[in-house]
């Protein structure tokens, strides 16, 4: 994995063979729903906002609107994910550490299920990538016309915008902020507070305009909104995370809180993660299949599991290798078992 070059060539390829995937399954209800939606004219729909549907109608009108128009822009995202991923590990830790980051986000099967399909989970995988990224920009560059903090603003509200419980990334960042010193300095600067707060003000004009004439679908579930039991969540849980994965991030969570300090840097993403764990605990039923909850929450548990394998001195160099390695083909063999189509058969 130091071998930094050939990552961005298999990350290309990556994407290459995700999105001849597009076409081989048809639409899921939830597309069809989403696709349905692309072609009414209001902007709030039944338990979805407006971005979805808009960048679902901008690819079905290049496209079709088949599979492969549905889900053109899919593999695009994740890819954008997977690149700022990288580069925001590599920034808070080093090279070895976003390879690894990196590698375990790619072979999770809800990402690879986020990126053969187009769902809100596609766009809150992205989306926390981008703002964790867009506020470490904010936080450690300087611009006379603090451009790193509009471009937050404008990405919390963009997200805003494709389901409103997605407003607990802000809650999330704020969570960062609040746990580190860098975070709390600026929050007392000018206009850090200002600049926020207008978006803010902005995404609740806009749900209320979107909603108050049409019964307030926005926060109504989706029509086609599963109804879970307890066996149903274990086993999506399962099929999303994979066992061995599952384990690792319940490592991961109970390594952090035992750690007495933290660094900055481990401190500023483990705050940020557990506010969209949370999110994912509360709407985890409310979201059909293939969505797997918001997805928020995997890709900074991705940044901490590989910081934490890397650095964590009682295990042998040898068995934490062969650990992180059987881990990580197993995600990628039951990935490549999804992204045939055999999900489609899956009662979620």
């Known amino acids: 994995m130091n071998r930094q070059r050939f990552l961005l060539p298999a990350m290309v390829i990556l994407t290459l063979a995700r999105s001849l995937l597009l076409p ?4 899921t209800s939830l597309e069809e729903y989403v696709l349905r939606c692309a072609h009414e004219p209001l902007a709030w729909h ?6 979805l549907p808009w960048l679902v109608k901008i690819s079905t009108t290049a496209f079709g609107a088949g599979s492969f128009g549905v889900r053109f822009f899919s593999p695009l995202i994740i890819f954008a994910a997977g690149w700022l991923l990288w580069e925001l590990a590599r920034g808070l830790f080093d090279n070895t550490t976003a390879s690894w980051a990196l590698l375990l986000f790619q072979v999770v ?30 936080l450690h560059r300087t611009h006379p016309w603090h451009l790193y903090w509009w471009i937050l603003g404008c990405g919390l509200l963009a997200l805003s915008l494709v389901d409103w419980r997605f407003a607990m990334l802000g809650v999330a960042g704020c969570a960062s902020m609040a746990l580190t010193q860098r975070g709390r300095r600026a929050l007392t600067k000018w206009p850090v507070l200002p600049v926020l707060s ?9 749900f209320y305009l979107g909603n108050s004439r049409n019964g307030w679908a926005g926060l109504n579930p989706l029509p086609m909104a599963p109804a879970f039991d307890g066996v149903d969540i274990v086993l999506h849980l399962l099929v999303a995370c ?15 809180a035992q750690r007495r300090s933290m660094t900055y840097h481990m401190a500023f993403v483990y705050a940020f993660m557990w506010p969209l764990l949370t999110l994912d605990m509360l709407i ?9 909850g918001s997805g928020a929450w ?33 995600a990628a063999a039951q990935s490549c078992w999804l992204v045939k189509g055999t999900w489609l058969i899956l009662p979620f």
Not at 24 to 27: F, H, Q
Not at 322 to 329: A, K
């Open 242 to 256: 994979t066992p061995l994965l599952l384990i690792a991030f319940g490592w991961v969570l109970v390594r952090s």
């Open 24 to 27: 081989m399954s048809g639409l």
């Open 109 to 138: 099967p809800a990402v690879n299920i986020a990126a053969t399909t187009m769902t809100p989970t596609t766009l809150g995988l992205a989306g926390s990538v981008g703002v964790l990224a867009a506020l470490r920009l904010a």
């Open 46 to 51: 039944e338990g979805l906002g407006p971005l």
């Open 198 to 206: 207008g978006f803010l003000v902005v995404a609740i004009i806009l």
């Open 298 to 330: 995997l890709a900074p548990a991705c940044m901490l599991l590989a910081y934490l394998s890397l650095t964590y001195e009682p295990a042998p160099p040898r068995l934490k290798v062969g650990i992180r390695s059987f881990t990580v083909l197993a």
């Open 284 to 292: 985890w039923r409310s979201l059909p299949w293939p969505c797997s």
